[in-house]
């Protein structure tokens, strides 16, 4: 089974089939709590109803007040007022403004009558009537339950819209005397709007509005319900209470609120299908999201194919691993991830084992190339030996010894350069610079020389000419033109892992420009088709790949230099594994 197969599986057993079977769980532990969340919701929905209704009958009371304290009304009914032509410019001037007001503050008010209890002069004009026609609307129980602070609301829905009038008695400035009775008639929409903000949450519910009694007084809006159903509702609830219940065998869903200033109990009535299909819209969801689910497994499936793919290509390359084959590395985009990383390495890694493995032919070559420049310099070197050392006897039987001391160092470097030797050490690499720089010191009395050493560092193995190049780079491009004090320093160091040795001067040093594009050169991101100038017949780009060949491609030689400050060589050379721990050792 591929590895993809086998993912994909897991992510099936691990997490799919466990989250549809969670849901699934989910869903059917939730639906007692849907339910009580949905009647709560309807719940605050009715009684957010009926708070605005009891805010519009607050709002028709305290109009009442308006005329309790309208002083020429209070002073008309009693009896203040006796001249008839004072009484018609009281009423034009400050008691019919005040009828009109009514109308103007609040468009729910449908008429508003007074009944004046002893006066009867008023009768004919608008806006009051004959305090006997009282007795037809309130019975004398109603009458003494108006209080100062407190009135009556009476409904009655015998007629096609509904009838609701708030009734209010008028008192004497002092309260000892009721000279009267207001009545507000209310527009019938008032109850419509509660009505309607019900219906247009649930356009398919019923509501109905019980009495005192518990008779349904008001028209069944939106239903199809039964008598039984009803008289089931009615039985259930009590013509005082309010709440949610359930009713007809768990079949409606009642919410009911009890309006305290009409005496009626306001019902909303949904059947539980309502709420089924509440879940059917949650199982559509439901639905898309089964299909979501899936439409992610499918991607999925492609991403884990794509991981896996190059997984098998680099395991398929792997198997066709062999020395000839060291120098193909596996094609095709690696990416930028964990594998992309592996990937990378594993091509790194067979590219560096296909240049261990021609290591040594590519030492030779190099070798074969410098001493094929070295004998292009070398003229009878055995007759140029004996010739330097009859020159320094000679020089020092005549007591020259700068000039015997001048035979004696080109001798060693001569002897050193034709040596046939393949590697050498740093110590004798050292030898051979100072050698060199004395040779130089002779012609420049001003060059001083400091030399940092690390005796750990002079036994390390390493190919010849990888210190003299740098050092006659730093005489004749950066010291020669110079004037005055001239020093070069050779240090040597280690820095994690490296042995670090620096070839610094105070010469004329070389623009920012020249030290990219000599530094590009060195790393072998730029061709160099430039002959190079030469002075050991070994050039830096030839120290570079000698020492990355000898060391591993991990070293490097680094330029840095300053337009007339100097200039620093360093080279970085990697030490290896065995080197580092016997150095280690022999530190204790």
């Known amino acids: 089974m591929r590895i993809s197969t086998k993912m994909f599986l897991g992510y099936v057993l691990l997490i799919v089939l466990p989250f549809l079977f969670f849901s699934l769980f989910i869903y059917f532990q939730l639906y007692d709590k849907l339910l009580t969340q949905y009647q709560l919701a309807n719940q605050q929905n009715i009684e957010q109803a009926a708070a605005n209704l009891d805010s519009s009958l607050v709002k028709m009371e305290s109009l009442t007040s308006i005329y309790q304290n309208n002083a020429a009304l209070i002073d008309f009914l009693q009896g203040e007022v006796v001249d008839d032509r004072d009484l018609i410019y009281s009423y034009l001037k400050e008691i019919n403004p005040a009828f009109s007001f009514a109308y103007l503050a609040d468009p729910l008010v449908k008429n508003l009558i007074v009944y004046p209890k002893t006066q009867t002069r008023m009768l004919q004009a608008p806006g009051f009537q004959d305090y006997r026609e009282i007795e037809q609307l309130l019975t004398p129980g109603e009458v003494n339950q108006l209080r100062p602070d407190r009135g009556l609301w009476k409904h009655s829905f015998d007629s096609a819209a509904p009838v609701l009038n708030y009734y209010h008695k008028l008192y004497s400035n002092s309260y000892t005397t009721d000279l009267g009775i207001v009545q507000i008639s209310v527009q019938p929409v008032l109850l419509d709007n509660m009505v309607l903000a019900l219906t247009q949450v649930h356009p398919d519910n019923a509501v109905m509005m019980l009495d005192r009694q518990g008779d349904v007084v008001y028209p069944v809006i939106n239903t199809k319900l039964s008598t039984d159903q009803i008289r089931s509702i009615t039985r259930t609830l009590g013509s005082e209470t309010e709440g949610t219940f359930l009713a007809d065998h ?35 969801w439901v639905a898309v999201g089964l299909g979501l689910l899936s439409l992610l497994s499918i991607l999925y499936y492609w991403i884990i194919s794509s991981v896996t793919k190059r997984i098998v290509r680099l395991s398929r390359h792997m198997r066709r691993v062999e020395p000839e084959f060291l120098n193909n590395p596996l094609k095709g985009k690696a990416g930028k991830d964990e594998i992309g990383f592996l990937i990378t390495n594993y091509n790194e890694m067979i590219s560096r084992m296909d240049e261990l493995v021609n290591h040594v032919q590519k030492v030779e070559m190099l070798k074969n190339e410098a001493d094929f420049k070295m004998l292009q310099a070398q003229i009878q070197p055995h007759f140029l030996y004996n010739t330097l050392e009859t020159m320094r006897m000679l020089a020092r039987s005549n007591k020259d010894y700068k000039v015997a001391e001048m035979a004696f160092s080109l001798g060693n470097l001569f002897r050193y350069s034709l040596s046939k030797s393949d590697h050498t050490t740093l110590r004798d690499e050292l030898d051979h610079v100072n050698a060199y720089i004395a040779i130089h010191q002779i012609r420049m009395r001003d060059l001083e020389v400091e030399v940092q050493l690390d005796e750990a560092f002079l036994a390390l193995p390493c190919p010849r000419f990888i210190l003299q190049p740098l050092v006659e780079n730093s005489m004749i491009h950066g010291l020669s033109g110079k004037r005055g004090a001239k020093w070069i320093a050779l240090r040597f160091g280690r820095e994690q892992g490296y042995a670090r040795i620096e070839i610094a001067d105070n010469g004329s040093g070389m623009s920012a420009d020249q030290v990219i594009s000599l530094q590009r050169m060195l790393d072998g991101s730029k061709p160099n088709h430039e002959p190079q100038r030469e002075t050991t017949g070994i050039g830096l780009s030839n120290v570079t790949e000698r020492v990355k060949a000898y060391f591993g491609n991990e070293s490097s030689l680094t330029i840095t230099s300053t337009p007339g400050e100097g200039t620093v060589c360093c080279l970085r050379l990697l030490l290896k594994e065995d080197y580092a721990y016997a150095e280690a050792d022999d530190c204790g």
């Open 250 to 284: 768990d079949r409606l869903l009642i919410n009911s609120v009890h309006i305290s200033r009409l005496g009626l109990t306001v019902i909303e009535v949904n059947k539980r299908t309502a709420l089924i299909e509440f879940l059917r819209v949650k199982q559509l």
